[in-house]
């Protein structure tokens, strides 16, 4: 049981980092736009497929810098040509906009790389078991992947709390009239961190694409997720993303690990179940069934009982 | 060294700047009073490029009219809201620093000027903006913008809501920027302050110019205080 929890630890803590990268740039914008980029988790997508084929000219190493690189730029040309001129028509012209984007995002990306999923792999100086415990192997790539998350997020804190351009960002979420006013480039300020959250998101896409998968859905199957996060963490708060990503990832880690079923629950209180019974079904659910259901439910429960979201100052 | 000249901004449809044409000297304390709603503010903005005008703006020469805000800036016009827009997240401190241009060069203004000044301010540098009084965060969006080192500061209402001390405080400042050689456009509706400080003043009634003089001359010119001033 003990190996259990502490591996389950240990990946929750692994996917939530992971996701705290798309999370933490998702909010930053919103802030700065008071929009959701719909297209977030495309450009974590597009981080796989370019450092998937930086990896097959170069190797794996040139592709965890420079796909985030290009990532970042598509992101910059996306606020500087699009998103940009969308703004003036409004925040429903501009989520459509994001929504479409998404949209463009996958079917170019099938268009290019096909719909298979490709074998984009971890590189092989990563490939052994970095520990044995209880029997139970923990890949070296999993420690990479937690490395690359906490480092990220470290340097994020610093440049947004230490650095003047963190300062400038801060004032630019939150008064960006005033900050113009004294002669900081508040639209150059904005496609920056647009293109450093693409980037984020690419640098997520580049270490999780070996473990998780590459294929034209990998975008639909985290996209939601991060959704999630930022609403429970609060719309703009970037602690309140950290903490809500780790939330989720722990959240989903343990319920797939931990096979329980509502049998189970009400046996701990000596009540039986009859096998034969209509609610068969209901009695034999077990946790791991309903695991994918837990961050929506989470989402639903939050919107009714604190629309801020954990941290957020602003209501969804 | 600002010369203004046949400005026109709207709002929606509302026509609210109707040919405005003024100018302000080197080293010049310019002050334009009015009532309330008579486009005072929006003659900053406008400069500002906050709202778009219509019209020539000119500083040191050159054409600013239809740059963006930030251009404006740069090119040594300050702005010091009537809101007190201060970073209210952001401790006093940074908020000051926010207010540099150029970092390797900051001209006539340092933080610790600002603090000699102010001792109130440099007592509570660590502390959050949004938890001064008025009259400290009034005085913090004028050091801001002066950290800038502007050439010609524009001033909203800088004593609306303070208490007759603060004013004091508010005039001996004003003083001492413009002895350091920077010009000064004061929004004011308060006329004893301007009529102190001012070389010069102009009143603006429904969206244009109808008086230019001196304090002396606007003293002594009781028609236009009860016409276009006098509430």
Redesign the interface.
Known sequence: MFELLFFSLLNGVVTGLLLFMLASGLTLIFSMMGVLNFAHASFYMLGAYFAYTISTYVGFWPGLILAPILVGLVGAVVERYGLRHVHRWGHVAELIFTFGLAFLIEEVVQFIWGKDTKAYQEPEVLQFALFNFFGQDFPAYKAFMLLISISIFVVLLLILTKS?IG??I??AI??P???????????LVFMGVFGVGAALAGVAGVIAGPALGTFPGMAVVLGPIVFVIVVVGGLGSLVGAFVASLLIGLLQTFAIALDYSVNDLLMLFNITTDADSALRDLWTLSLPQIAPLLPYLLLVLILIFRPTGLFGKRET | MLEVNDLHAYYGKSHILQGVTFNVQEGEIVSLLGRNGVGRSTTIKSIMGEVAPQGSVKFRGEEIAGLKEHEVANRGLGYVPENRDVFPGLTVRQNLLLGIKNMKDQGRWKMDDMFDMFPNLGRRADVNAGVLSGGEQQMLTMCRTLMGDPDLIMIDEPTEGLAPKIVEQVGDLLSEIAKRGVSILLVEQKLAIALKISHRLYVMGHGHMVYEGTPDELKANEQIRKEWLEV
């Not at chain 1, 004294?182 to 639209?187: D, I, K």
């Open positions: 003047r300062l400038i801060q004032a939150t008064h009239n005033m900050t113009a006013m004294l002669g900081h480039n508040v639209p």
